[in-house]
């Protein structure tokens, strides 16, 4: 099995930064696509950001020139720099990847447990 553990939410004033963090771990053979997705109150779940293996990015508009998303390969990790954070920001925030368990084996999508997020006007 793969697990996804997140770190580094928190609360922060407008304006202000905060770091995710997010590894994988368990039975991996490869990671694919990892990315940041968030969920506020009352609101669907959105892409917030991802990198494919090749660190190619994309990013919400939303969030373009504030956040940055990369990671690190030998780490099986993915990182979240959120800069200029808004109220609208708040939501919970979770890592997703795209791992294959074996070579040759299909890759399948896993969900870290989400870390809050609060941004205060």
């Known amino acids: 099995q793969v697990q996804l553990v997140e770190s580094g939410g928190g609360m922060a004033q407008t304006g202000g930064s905060l770091r995710l963090s997010c590894a994988a771990s368990?039975?991996?053979?490869?990671?694919?696509?990892m990315g940041w997705y968030r969920q506020a109150p009352g609101k669907q779940r959105e892409l917030v950001a991802n990198?494919?293996?090749?660190?190619?990015?994309n990013y919400a508009d939303s969030v373009k020139g504030r956040f940055t998303i990369s990671r690190d390969n030998a780490r099986n990790t993915v990182y979240l720099q959120l800069n200029g954070l808004k109220p609208e920001d708040t939501a919970v925030y979770y890592c997703?990847?795209?791992?294959?368990?074996?070579?040759?084996?299909?890759?399948?999508?896993?969900w870290g447990q989400g870390t809050q997020v609060t941004v205060s006007s």
């Open positions: 368990g039975t991996i053979y490869r990671v694919n696509d």
């Open positions: 990198t494919d293996s090749d660190s190619n990015t």
């Open positions: 997703s990847a795209v791992v294959a368990m074996r070579w040759m084996g299909q890759a399948a999508r896993y």
